[in-house]
């Protein structure tokens, strides 16, 4: 498994596929590197959640993959980081919104992407 499959699975809309991807490569990684995808993982799962309406796990998820992606700024194996936290801050903002039970429903945050740098 490679992780330019579970990018390519993330950016289709494949979450749960991504999941696994990711944790297939991260079962045998340690150290920062392990981390790291924990924190693309962490994206994917609370995308995931929040596709399913289940908005504290996606709440939850995107939380951890922040505090574990800003840890790898400005990016880390080709991924921009600098474009994909803010995308991960606005999408938890939105289902923040949503979970305090906002009279107008917030609109939805743009598409989250991964962003990988030209080898």
Same mark, same amino acid.
């Given at each position: 498994?490679?992780?330019?499959?579970?990018?390519?699975?993330?950016?289709?809309?494949?979450?749960?596929?991504?999941?696994?991807?990711?944790?297939?490569?991260?079962?045998?990684?340690?150290?920062?590197?392990?981390?790291?995808?924990?924190?693309?993982? !962490? /994206? =994917? &799962?609370? +995308?995931?959640?929040?596709?399913?309406?289940?908005?504290?796990?996606?709440?939850?998820?995107?939380?951890? $993959?922040?505090?574990?992606?800003?840890?790898?700024?400005?990016?880390?194996?080709?991924?921009?980081?600098?474009?994909?936290?803010?995308?991960?801050?606005?999408?938890?903002? !939105? /289902? =923040? &919104?949503? +979970?305090?039970?906002?009279?107008?429903?917030?609109?939805?945050?743009?598409?989250?992407?991964?962003?990988? $740098?030209?080898?």
């Amino acid at each position: 498994m490679s992780l330019r499959l579970a990018i390519d699975q993330f950016n289709r809309g494949e979450y749960f596929e991504c999941h696994e991807t990711i944790e297939d490569i991260w079962v045998e990684e340690v150290g920062p590197r392990k981390q790291f995808l924990q924190g693309i993982l !962490h /994206v =994917a &799962v609370g +995308l995931l959640h929040l596709e399913r309406g289940n908005l504290s796990g996606s709440y939850s998820q995107f939380g951890k $993959a922040l505090v574990k992606l800003e840890l790898h700024r400005p990016g880390r194996d080709g991924i921009d980081l600098e474009a994909l936290l803010p995308a991960v801050r606005e999408a938890r903002r !939105h /289902v =923040a &919104v949503r +979970l305090a039970g906002a009279a107008e429903p917030a609109p939805a945050p743009p598409p989250i992407r991964i962003q990988v $740098a030209a080898p």
